[in-house]
């Protein structure tokens, strides 16, 4: 209940409620035509809103209990990534002075998804694997002070911590 300030007194208050979806069942046939779509960039929101695919947390759903499911999406996935990437190379080739500015966008646009969807093979850091141990340094300093001895002449001496020969 909201309050108005007027007369002090509550009034409910509606939300907006979003119709049900009808569901719809699991079936290879329908991961496959999702998955197929998939791998020319369209994006899952998308292709969930029309009619006869399942909603969008089903997807998620089916891809928790179904073996092979969460296999078959990610590669997918990885096939829209190459998609956007070549609409990206398409666009940026096709770009002209009068279509500059709104070409950035959508260029940029395509940059975000394509890192976003790939981090190491489209991103802007790719991730090197490095051997355990391998990527340690062992930095040792050394103090040193200069002398002069008894016959004049200057040297340095290494000035040793507590405990160190």
């Known amino acids: 209940m909201a309050e108005t300030p007027e007369r002090g007194i509550s009034v409910p208050v509606k939300h907006a409620v979003r119709p049900k979806k009808p569901s719809v069942g699991y079936s290879p046939k329908l991961v496959d035509a999702i998955c197929a779509r998939l791998a020319i960039g369209e994006t899952w929101l998308a292709i969930s809103k029309d009619d006869g695919m399942p909603s969008y947390q089903a997807l998620y759903q089916w891809r928790k209990k179904r073996p092979g499911v969460e296999g078959k999406v990610e590669m997918a996935r990885q096939m829209g990534v190459d998609a956007l990437a070549d609409e990206l190379l398409d666009t ?13 966008v959508h260029v940029d646009g395509l940059k975000w998804s394509t890192g976003r969807g790939s981090l190491l093979r489209h991103g802007a850091r790719v991730a090197t694997a490095v051997p355990k141990g391998a990527g340690e340094m062992h930095i040792r300093v050394r103090r040193f002070e200069k002398l002069v001895g008894e016959d004049g002449r200057a040297f340095l001496r290494e000035i040793l911590l507590e405990g160190e020969q």
Not at 92 to 101: I, K, L, N, P, Q
């Open 92 to 104: 940026a080739r096709a770009v002209t002075t009068a279509t500059v500015s709104t070409t950035k």
